[in-house]
């Protein structure tokens, strides 16, 4: 099998022994098993994919750093999955969010010193950024309330706005303001999700962070809006030349030929 099959592969079976990991210490239905194993079916296949389509033939190291947080991140969503069912273990939920976390900060590190930055790494790594938000938001949601899930689905509406509004689908300028939002909203929802906060507090952290994430959206949105592309005006009809006039006519000229003489006769 070449390095393109064999790598998100090797990420299905991390998948797996975090699965295992749980089960052994803290337990796992059979729901728990099946959130995270079609986490971890959708991230190979998503993965491949992108592998496929960038030429690329294996993952780069931090690509290698991005696809255990994507692992940890299933783990997440599987305890989130068992809370709809009766307590869990909460500090292993948090200890999950925040290793995560924190290997965002590696992952582009050891991009940066290896030299091994791609467009696919960048946008794998959104990707698990922006589901560990949503399926941290969909544990809080008993907390603070649904429509805290207005930040997990906020990334997910751009996307899909892009598939009506042409004009959405756009190149960004890279802009290190947008990281800082991105990892405010993973820290935010990880406090609230630890459950050292009053109600009234874990309210306001939400609030700022769902502000924040408002206002990243909406400068994309405005940029997208500025730099889109306008349709061509049509152009002014142009009648045919004059026959035996070729390039010396243009539109609208009337060509007059003025006499010269030559040889003493006016031609």
Do not use: N
């Not at 059979?30 to 993952?59: E, I, N, P």
């Not at 306001?204 to 405005?222: C, I, K, T, Y």
């Amino acid at each position: 099998m070449s390095a393109v099959r064999t790598d998100p592969f090797a990420g299905a079976i991390l998948q797996v022994g975090v699965l295992a990991a749980l089960a052994g210490t803290v337990g796992l239905s059979a729901y728990g098993w099946l959130a995270g194993l079609l986490f971890g079916v959708v991230m190979v296949a998503a993965l491949g994919y992108g592998l496929r389509r960038s030429g690329a033939d294996r993952l780069g190291p931090a690509d290698w750093v991005t696809l255990t947080r994507a692992t940890l991140a299933g783990g997440v969503a599987a305890l989130t999955v068992e809370a709809f069912r009766g307590p869990i273990a909460v500090p292993v939920l948090v200890a999950l969010a925040a290793v995560a976390l924190s290997l965002d900060w590696v992952d582009g590190q050891v991009a940066r010193r290896t030299g091994t930055t791609s467009a696919l790494g960048a946008r794998f790594d959104m990707e698990v950024d922006s589901f560990l938000v949503l399926v941290l938001c969909g544990y809080v949601a008993d907390q603070v309330g649904a429509w805290v899930l207005v930040i997990g689905a906020m990334r997910y509406v751009f996307v899909a706005a892009g598939w009506v509004l042409p004009w959405m689908r756009g190149s960004l300028p890279p802009r290190y303001w947008r990281k800082v939002v991105a990892a405010t909203q993973g820290i935010a929802l990880t406090m609230v999700a630890a459950g050292v906060l009053p109600r009234p507090l874990a309210l306001a952290v939400v609030l700022g962070a769902l502000a924040l994430l408002v206002e990243s959206f909406g400068r994309d949105v405005g940029w997208l809006w500025r730099h889109r592309v306008r349709p061509a005006l049509p152009a002014a009809p142009v009648s045919p030349a004059p026959a035996g006039h070729g390039s010396e006519w243009t539109p609208g000229t009337r060509i007059v030929r003025q006499p010269v003489e030559v040889g003493g006769r006016r031609r």
